[in-house]
């Protein structure tokens, strides 16, 4: 399987030091089944984590954590992750909430198991990669 040509990847920008929470804002599910968000915590501290959130609609107006979803950061530069198998809400949204002042790495989210494929990754967030089936040795 090819993961790059399964999943769809968007990013959301990494953040300086504070303590604001950083959200996705809303991803929509519709065509897939599932979604993973991994983003890094640099500070830790029990009020710093990661948690989702779903909604109906994409304005995200009665939006509510999902069960579950919190993940604490334990230690400094510390990569944290939720993968969600098929949401209840077609909008779901991952929020890093900053207890104690922290930066956060780049927030990466995948969409998995779309109806359609291949997927196109072009993002506004400068996404560049290549695949390679049974490489051989040699210059990269």
Known sequence: MQLSNEAKITGV?????GTTEVDSGAIDM????????????N???AGNYLK???DVASGLGTVAD???SKVVCTGADEFLFIDIYRPQKR???FAVIRGASTATG???ILRYSGDKKPEVNATLNALAGVFLQ???DGTA
């Open 134 to 136: 049974s490489p051989a």
């Open 13 to 17: 920008k990494e953040t300086t030091a």
């Open 66 to 68: 999902i069960a579950g």
């Open 106 to 108: 780049d927030m990466v």
């Open 43 to 45: 500070v830790n501290n």
């Open 52 to 54: 989702a959130q779903s």
């Open 30 to 41: 519709q065509g897939y089944d599932g979604v993973m968000c991994v983003v890094r915590v």
């Open 91 to 93: 909008y779901v949204q």
